[in-house]
């Protein structure tokens, strides 16, 4: 794609993005699912106006990491600490159980292999696609729904940045075991070592911007030095210690969130993802999907494990949520919160395409999870949130 042909497409996705985001906002359901079904219509499955780009993926970049910045920014770090612990384990079970049930969905479909072959790889690898989660979304309708801050909304976005974490670690692992050359215990230590990095920087950087926060009030600058603040942790985080970008930015979101002018700063954030990183991000789910290679086989697999990557993730989070005594409604919010799969499956899934441990043809059978999990969740979090009272201060109902 040429530069001139990127901002006509760039101008399709923002107009197309933005009249599926009313039409379904009119329909009662979130607009972010809107935006999602735009990419499918202007993308290759259906007009073939817009296809993927690497100016396109790198503005989807640049969105999901504002989203997770804006995130981090609206958390109540007290709320954070309280829920810390039971993060953890909803993570780890959202994890684990994903893992297991795509294992057993490959071995009843293609045969178990023995421990250490090829087939058996391959199975644990479909299993790991399935413990990834994408809290953008949710994020984005817990945003429109005004629960993003409360209690449940925070313990989903914790576990989700957990998940991921512990996801990364499972893949090194799984690839470590195919590769000799790879080094799973070095993804542990850079972990640990991007906590600890965090909570350094942490401390210095948020007295710094408390000064400049006192002297400079509800200034423009504020918001300028938070956005490279995140810019540069999440650069760091992927290129220095191998964690998702993502997590770099909902840290940045953190270290600023008790600032008084923390809203401010969101606001300001959510201007730009609001116009356009924000569109850019959703609707590039639809873009890269393409249905051209589906047969029959394909078709039933990929019905499968789009539905085990859905059930297991509501059972491994949703259980474990309803064992630490929240009820059946709440739980059910934080396993259909958590169930989304985005930007992380595709890396793992693109990760095992270059290992030689996912068959090409199984990537579609991924964008299909992407998709409906994407077009599903919000959805169903606001047929479980219908007659709550929202307590968030700052929904993003505009239009």
């Known amino acids: 794609m040429d530069r001139i042909s990127f901002f006509r497409d760039l101008a399709i996705i923002i107009v197309s993005a933005k009249v599926c985001g009313l039409i379904a906002q009119k329909l009662k359901a979130p607009q972010v699912v809107g935006e999602i079904i735009a990419g499918l219509v202007i993308g290759p499955c259906c007009l073939g106006w817009v296809g993927q780009s690497d100016y396109l993926s790198l ?13 981090g920014l609206e958390t109540s770090l007290k709320d954070l600490m309280k829920t810390g612990p039971k993060a953890f384990l909803v993570a780890c079970m959202g994890v684990l159980v994903p893992l297991i049930g795509g294992s057993l969905l490959y071995g009843a479909f293609y045969g178990f292999g023995a421990i250490g072959s090829d087939k058996f790889f391959r ?19 817990l945003k429109e729904l005004g629960h993003l801050k409360e209690n449940i909304g925070t313990l989903i976005m914790s576990s989700a940045i957990i998940d991921d974490v512990i996801g990364i670690i499972v893949l090194t692992f799984v690839l470590g075991f195919k590769d000799p050359d790879s080094k799973p215990t070095d993804v542990v230590i850079h972990t640990l070592l991007f906590v600890v990095f965090s909570f350094c920087i942490g401390f210095l950087t948020y007295y710094i911007f408390k000064l400049i926060d006192k002297k400079y009030y509800h200034q423009r600058r504020i918001p300028i030095l938070g956005l490279a603040l995140c810019m540069f942790l999440a650069f760091a985080a992927e290129e220095f ?19 008084n002018d923390s809203e401010y700063i969101a606001r300001k954030v959510d201007i730009n993802s609001y116009m356009i990183f924000g569109p850019v991000f959703f609707a590039s789910i639809g873009l890269i999907t393409d249905f051209s290679g589906f047969n029959a086989g394909i078709l039933i697999f990929s019905a499968a494990f789009v539905l085990t990557a859905i059930v297991t993730k509501i059972i491994g ?23 989304t799969r985005g930007e992380v499956a595709l890396i793992v899934a693109k990760k095992g395409l270059s290992a030689d441990m996912l068959d090409p043809k199984y990537f579609a059978s991924v964008i299909l999870l992407i998709i409906v999990s994407s077009i599903a969740a919000p959805i169903i979090l606001k047929l479980l949130y219908k007659g709550d009272t929202t307590s968030d201060s700052n929904i993003a109902a505009e239009s």
Not at 123 to 141: L, R
């Open 59 to 71: 503005l989807s970049e640049i969105g999901v990491v504002m989203l997770m910045f804006s995130a």
């Open 123 to 141: 199975a644990v690898f479909i299993g790991t696609i399935m413990t990834a989660t994408s809290v953008g979304i949710t994020v984005q309708a």
């Open 241 to 259: 210690f191998g964690i998702a970008d993502i997590t770099g930015a909902y840290v940045a979101g953190l270290i600023l969130c008790s600032l």
């Open 317 to 339: 989070c949703g259980l474990t949520a309803r064992l630490m005594r929240y009820n059946t409604r709440d739980s059910l919010k934080i396993g259909v919160g958590m169930m």
